[in-house]
């Protein structure tokens, strides 16, 4: 019987032949903590005396809160760094960059395991990787045994074909297949994306997909690799990491959802959960304080491309901040060197070091009592960026820039077409004359 | 073993950022501390009012969100005995075992705010004494069950020096 993406990558890692349903033994490629996960971790090991790590990658980053705001958390930064010391875990430091991010620069490949104590290590399932979001303990028992357990799931392959429209964006496509599928609609499933809006589709944009797996309550998001996925890695000095992985043709799945993406339009997840999406028709209008262009989701450059591209040359609106945060060193290094911070920054915006940024509410932007944020990041629960009296709208990056500009959530498709865009032009000029 | 006391009723789509708000982000080396503000940003009060041994109550899709172990571990310190909900999310459910909180899966419509509770967690039986009715759990797959029985996932692998999952 032919075989899905997981099921081929955990045959090869438990050494069985495993179908979905089976719980496997499966040897761990990378193991990565962070530092709001990686604290817990290092101290499970240490009641265990388990201070040594077997799996070939194991990895602490400092993301979450970096720099540290706090004397607790700095403390838990020494913890971390004491710890890589002792067993040579690698170590990412204050302004490396998003765990994720850094992942799939760096570290993860086709056919790995990848587990990560945090929910959105799926992402590298982009590469190829069997990559899943675990908490502290098992990420500790599988970075010092070099093992894990697993249940190998069951598949949702998602078949997506045609043309996005222009203003349209792999962030729309995810955000319309949570939406569709509710927040708990793949609770223990792998979705396997492919078909030839794929295939066409640039490694970063593929990213986006595998990261928000999780808001579907799915284990992982996987993408055959491809000739994308080798120039990917090539780039990065990582031809030795790739190989050819695909689903076998008869692959069983549980199911199979069909997309045409033509027919997408611009997506707003509405506070306070990600399934909770709709058209950026509906949302026209809603006046956002706070615009947040960054994370493991959309902190690319592709992203912060297609951003600057819409504010080069024009100004948030005078109550809208501008917050924008690179994913990773090379990411901002990228940006720097091509300009697009400059855009950032003359726009009104403020550019922050690679890192979670205010996502996760510790620090660099934490909304004020009934304040709205339109963020391009993966989640928008109550309380999620530190005040449960702020509301989070999740939008694509173009999305996010567009609306930053009118100060109101607003559809990226405007700008897109040609007499719209002269409007734009004309209100700036006229604003700078006022 | 037989637990017992009151049902704290909450809603779907309980999330981690409720259960364990990240603006409390500093307090994750200091559980103790974390547990005061356990589910929060649910209900204000149910840290302060709630006594040891009561149920967190809830319906679908329990614990969505991030794989933040604190959320089970402070749900655990702060004397529940058990979560009962329609159903949980996968990285919660995983979370829980592995820190020796146990998860009841049953229709939790029967049970209301306040209601007494009486869980048998061997045979999966849970006893609504207030309204008299009796409901059954929907059993643990073996693997789990037997790191709960362990006594969680670090209490399993001291035991057995690996993974014994059937």
Redo the contacts between chains.
Sequence with gaps: MGKTLAEKILSEKSGQDAHAGD?V?ASVDVAAFQD??G??GVR?LQ??HLEKVRAPKSILFID??APSP?K??S??HM?LRAFSKKTGALLSEVGDGVIHQRLVESHAKPGDVVI????H?CTSGALGAFAT??????VA?GMA?G?T?L?VPETFRVEVKGDFPPGVYSKDLVLYLIGMLG??GA??KALEFGGRAIEKMSMEARFVLSNMA?EA?A?TGLIASDRKTKEYLRLRGRIRDWRLLRPDKDAKYERVIEIDASKLVPQIAFPH?VDNTRSVTEAKGVKVNQVFLGTCTNGRIEDLKIAARILRGRQRAPDTRLVVVPASREVYLSAMKSGLLEVFVRAGGIVMGPGCGPC???HQG?LGDGEVCLSTAN?N????????EGFVYLASPATAAYSAINGEISDPREFFSKGKRKTIRKTVKKGKKR | MILKGKAWKFGD?I?T??IC???Y??????LPELAKHVLE?ADQDFASKMAEGDFVVAG??FG???????AP?IIKLAGVSAVLAK?F???FY??AI??GLPLLECDTDKIEQDDEIAIDLATGTIHNRTKGIELKAHPL?K?MLNILNDG???AH??KHG??R??
């Excluded at chain 1, 979001?133 to 098992?138: A, E, I, N, R, V």
């Excluded at chain 1, 629960?381 to 449960?388: L, S």
């Excluded at chain 2, 969505?64 to 604190?70: A, D, Q």
Aim: proline residues 4%; without cysteine; charged residues 25%.
């Design positions: 719980i033994i709001g996960t604290p817990l499970q009641k265990m979450h809160a706090r607790e958390l403390n838990d913890l990560g104590a945090d929910s290590t979001g675990m908490g502290s303990t098992d028992i045994m093992k357990w249940k927040a708990d609770t223990y999780v309550g284990k959960t996760v509410g510790v934490v989640r629960f109550r309380g999620r960026m530190g005040n449960p | 789509s999330s950022d409720l708000p990240g603006r982000f500093h307090l994750r080396s200091n940003d679908n899709n969505l969100g991030s794989s933040r172990e604190h571990t159903s999310a996968r990285i995983r979370n592995n820190v797959p693997a969680g996932l670090l692998i001291e690996d993974f999952l059937d």
